[in-house]
């Protein structure tokens, strides 16, 4: 019995560490309101299914977090964000830049790219988790 209990405990961490790897080293929080026009055009225009169906949106995957329901515990130090939506590029818990408001599909585009070129290019954020 204690041998089984040894290999499940193996095979339990094995499946963490799998699933650590494969977890993204970057994450693109959209703050946002239910009665942002400017949010719903975002949605509309390009769309979460969009984002993170494209490489940047591989590379640092959509978390929406709708700011009247209140900012969840792990967002709870952003400062200075007034206007929805707001873009944050984050990165092992800290802010690598923002996009404040969206002015249209094409203008948004090129913003992300933009910000998310201030991340480590992919295999070299893959060597850093291994190690």
Avoid at 34 to 46: A, I, K, N, Q, S
Avoid at 98 to 109: P, T, V
Wanted: charged share 25%; proline share 5%.
């Amino acid at each position: 019995m204690r041998r089984r209990g040894l290999v499940l405990l193996g095979l339990g961490m094995a499946m963490r560490a799998a699933g650590a790897a494969e977890l993204p080293v970057a994450q693109f929080v959209m703050l946002e309101r239910h009665d942002c026009p400017w949010c719903r055009r975002w949605l509309r225009e390009v769309g979460e299914a969009s984002w993170n169906a494209s490489d940047l949106g591989r590379r640092a995957p959509l978390r929406r977090v709708d700011v009247a329901q209140g900012m969840p515990a792990d967002l709870a130090g952003f400062a200075h964000w007034r206007f929805t939506p707001t873009f944050v590029l984050m990165q092992g818990g800290r802010e690598l830049g923002r996009i404040i408001g969206y002015q249209g599909d094409l203008f948004f585009w090129q913003q992300a790219e933009a910000l998310l070129a201030k991340l480590p290019p992919a295999d070299t954020a893959r060597k850093e988790e291994t190690q």
